[in-house]
């Protein structure tokens, strides 16, 4: 069956530290993967998607940036935190195709102070 | 673009009671729908969707959705609410390559 891993899962950072969260998938092959970012528990803003390695696409301008060195390998860095960026960051994945729902990681919870 | 709304930030329900999620979309084309449920710090769990078929889709943990497209409406539904149940709802629909999510809905379930 397939698995979707995500750490880690609280993180506090430093305003202008870097940042690296990452995100594996197992028991499946080229999916489709993405990053969300939940503020204030509520709605989710979709940052980046992928749908395969070395394809990146960014619906947002931001502090953030994404790579996919794997298949199944999917990470969100910032080469420094801004206090905005806090939030609850979540990735999935899907098989591909409209018919497919995702499913989510676990969530990190990311405080910038 | 696809969308969906929910046009309730919060709904309160006593437990034993039914309870109905509002959520209405705009699509071009068929629509894939989802809803999906977040307890506090944790992803988002897949609850059901419709594709096609049946307007009455059957989900986990006892929940239903009802499609009505006339009035382009998604409403999640369950007969008895449990305390348990209370957490955020999120409706969704598909686009070609990812999905759209609403502002999500708090529900809450009173003993």
């Known amino acids: 069956s397939q698995t979707i891993h995500q750490w880690p899962a609280t993180l506090v950072q430093p305003v202008g530290s870097p940042l690296s969260l990452e995100c594996t998938v197992e028991g499946t092959s080229n999916p489709n993967l993405y990053w969300y970012r939940q503020a204030a528990g509520r709605g989710l803003q979709l940052l980046f998607y992928s749908v395969g390695i070395g394809q990146i696409s960014s619906e947002v301008p931001q502090n953030l940036s994404a790579s996919r060195p794997q298949d199944r390998q999917f990470i969100l860095s910032s080469k420094k935190l801004l206090l905005s960026d806090s939030g609850f960051y979540l990735c999935a994945w899907n098989p591909g195709g409209q018919a497919y729902g995702y499913t989510f990681g676990s969530g990190t919870r990311l405080t910038v102070v | 673009a696809q969308s969906v709304a929910q046009p309730e930030d919060q709904v309160n329900v006593a437990e034993g009671n039914p309870l109905t999620v509002k959520c209405t979309y705009s699509?071009?084309?068929?629509?894939?729908l989802f809803w999906y449920v977040q307890y506090p710090n944790r992803g988002l769990q897949f609850l059901l969707k419709y594709i096609t078929g049946d307007n009455l889709v059957k989900g986990s943990y006892g929940f239903e959705a009802e499609f009505n497209k006339s009035q382009t409406s998604f409403q999640l539904k369950k007969p008895s609410a449990l305390v348990s149940d209370s957490a955020l709802y999120f409706c969704a629909v598909r686009e070609f390559i990812d999905m759209r999510f609403g502002a999500g809905t708090r529900l809450t379930v009173k003993p």
């Open positions: 699509v071009s084309g068929n629509p894939y």
